[in-house]
Each structure stands twice: as C-alpha cells, then as structure tokens.
C-alpha cells in the first residue's frame, strides 16, 4: 500500500507483515510502523496512530467521524458502506501468505457511538449503532466474517476480535480494517463522537513443514512428526572426525 494518495485504493509495497503482534506503544520512536499501516480517509472522517486510542490509553488506530449532516442512513435498503463513501476510512496492512497453510487475526477493539439520533430523530438506538458506527474488516476487498457496531455509547470495553483468514492462504494478502463513523467530538451536543479504536493486531500463521523442504543433506538427519503443523522437532546426529 501507498501512504501517499488520499484515494480509496490499494497497491503493495515491500514492507509487510506476516506475523506476530503489531502493537503503537513505540509509535513515537519507531517509524517503520507508519510503513506497515497505510491509512485511507473520506473527505468527512480521519484515521491515524492517536494517543489514548489503544489499550490502557496508549497509542492505538484511531477512526472518528466528521460533520454528520451529510451521512446518508440506509436502514438495510442498501449498503451503508457504499451510501457513504466520505465517511469511510481504511487502516491496511500487507501480508504474504504464499507459503501458509493457515492464518488467523486477532486485534483489541473498542467502539462509541453519540446519542444525537434517538435523542433528536427518534431512532432506535440500536439501529443507530448498527448503521452509523460499522467496522469491517476485509481481505483482498473481500468481507471477512459479521461488522462490528458499538452496544453502548461510550462505555463498551476493548475486546480481543477473532477471525480466521484460511480461506485466503497461497497469496498476498491486503488486510484492511474498513471504517464507517458518523460524526466527531466535536459536532456531538453530547460530546461523545463516533469512534473506533483498533490495537494489538496479531497475525498466527501456520506453516505445514516437511524433511522435503530442507536442503541439509545428510542421512543423519530426522524431523518429526513429519509432515507436521506447528511444533516440529528436528534431530542431527553429528558425522565423526574422519568421516565423509
């Protein structure tokens, strides 16, 4: 992906991640982060690494929404993700998945949504969250598993999200979190905003090993179980001095 358009497009790079946690705490230090995360922005909402935005108030992604006036409510006609291109917003990171059997993701996320519209329209306040305050997350422009809405408006907990990614193991991948929020902090009358808050994004790969793939030679060599998912052991027994 690209850092340098504002458009909601996606090309790669060479900096990838491929497992592992991806946590912000260093985010003022370490600048290989903003190389990893490629953010994406309608004309009405910002996305960015925000203080206070991850667990335990530290740095985390930070989507909030904008000026809510011109936010198109579909209530199930169509989609909201399409009826409301400005409002949305796409954290991506890229991974090859060529050489894996199986992936799994995992990230803390936490969501708010204001009280604006049951309270001034009369909209029933799940409905609300379900339609104003959306995150998706895709692979390869493909949704991955049910969005998630708010249930409170400012008092849900981070939660650790959990999605398996199988199906798209043996290529590149473009994980993307794609985010819908209605309005900001600062347009609220109950100063609450649309929020979504993303940390600790974990990828588990699974590699399948064999003796096949390993290019030591030698007869004193043994892997077991073989083929094998996850921990392997490996024996080699040491040729004598002297010996061809």
Not at 45 to 67: Q, R
Request: hydrophobic share 35%; proline share 5%; net charge negative.
């Amino acid at each position: 992906p690209s850092n340098d358009s504002a458009e909601l497009s996606l090309t790669y790079n060479s900096l990838e991640k491929n497992e592992g946690p991806l946590t912000f705490e260093s985010f003022l230090t370490d600048n290989s982060i903003l190389d990893t995360v490629h953010f994406q922005s309608g004309n009405e909402v910002t996305a960015a690494i925000k203080d206070k935005a991850g667990t335990n108030e530290s740095f985390g992604i930070e989507m909030e929404g904008g000026n809510r006036n011109r936010y198109n409510l579909t209530f199930g006609q169509a989609s909201p993700f399409e009826a409301n291109p400005n409002y949305l917003s796409k954290a991506c990171i890229c991974t090859d998945a060529t050489n894996m059997d199986a992936l799994d993701l995992s990230f803390d996320l936490r969501q708010t949504y204001s009280r604006f519209w049951e309270t001034n329209l009369n909209i029933d306040s799940s409905i609300a969250a379900q339609n104003l305050n959306i995150l998706q997350v895709t692979v390869n422009g493909n949704p991955v598993g049910q969005p998630f809405s708010p249930i409170s408006h400012e008092n849900d907990p981070y939660q650790t999200q959990a999605l398996n990614l199988n199906a798209w193991v043996g290529q590149r991948l473009s994980i993307c979190f794609e985010g819908l929020v209605n309005q900001s902090r600062q347009e609220d009358p109950f100063g609450i905003g649309d929020f979504i808050m993303i940390d600790n994004i974990n990828l588990t790969p699974t590699y399948t090993v064999s003796s096949n793939d390993l290019s030591i030679a030698g007869p004193g060599l043994t892997i077991y179980p073989n083929p094998a998912q996850g921990e392997v052991f490996v024996h080699f027994e040491t040729v004598s001095e002297g010996e061809v």
